[in-house]
């Protein structure tokens, strides 16, 4: 399996904006899940923060992970769930980072504590389970100050290729 990272075009925003409304899709976030407007969803895209790529698989966008204040990702083709597109996702992301000498160290995340396939996706990379609970009912995950390549090693479905 290979995925892509691209960054988040106009052209994504119908898309975006229909994940954003699937409750399914959004029921782990750590802010309550809301069913934002195109007027929203544009504003959104007009004032992007951070890293955001979108991740595509099979020539074709399947999610979106992100870095801004803290790392996520999500798989909005819910056919492809558990198939280890958000791990590949995260790793590219660390790599990304990792080239960033203004990221700091280390690495966060905030994951709901059912959410068990964003838990071993991002353990898979490295992230540890903190003992400070985050915000919402969310667990707090970082990445230890980051140890090189290392971390993006291991057993893998496939191989991660940043876009240029």
Not at 27 to 53: D, F, H, I, M, S
Request: proline share 9%; charged share 25%.
């Amino acid at each position: 399996m290979e995925i892509k990272l691209v960054p988040v075009r106009e052209e994504h925003l119908p898309l975006l904006l229909a994940w954003r409304q699937d409750k399914e899709i959004m029921q782990y976030l750590p802010t309550p899940p809301v069913r934002p407007t195109w007027e929203q969803q544009v504003a959104w895209y007009r004032n992007l923060k951070g890293y955001q790529r979108m991740i595509e698989y099979e020539g074709r966008p399947v999610g979106i992970v992100h870095y801004h204040n803290e790392a996520g990702v999500i798989i909005g083709e819910k056919i492809l769930w558990g198939k280890g597109l958000a791990r590949a996702a995260l790793r590219a992301l660390i790599e990304e980072l990792d080239k960033d000498l203004h990221c700091p160290r280390p690495l966060w995340a905030v994951i709901h504590p059912e959410n068990h396939a964003s838990q071993k996706a991002f353990a898979a990379v490295g992230f540890v389970k903190t003992s400070r609970p985050a915000r919402n009912g969310q667990e707090e995950w970082q990445l230890p100050v980051f140890s090189g390549p290392k971390i993006l090693q291991g057993s893998d479905e496939g191989s991660v290729r940043p876009a240029s």
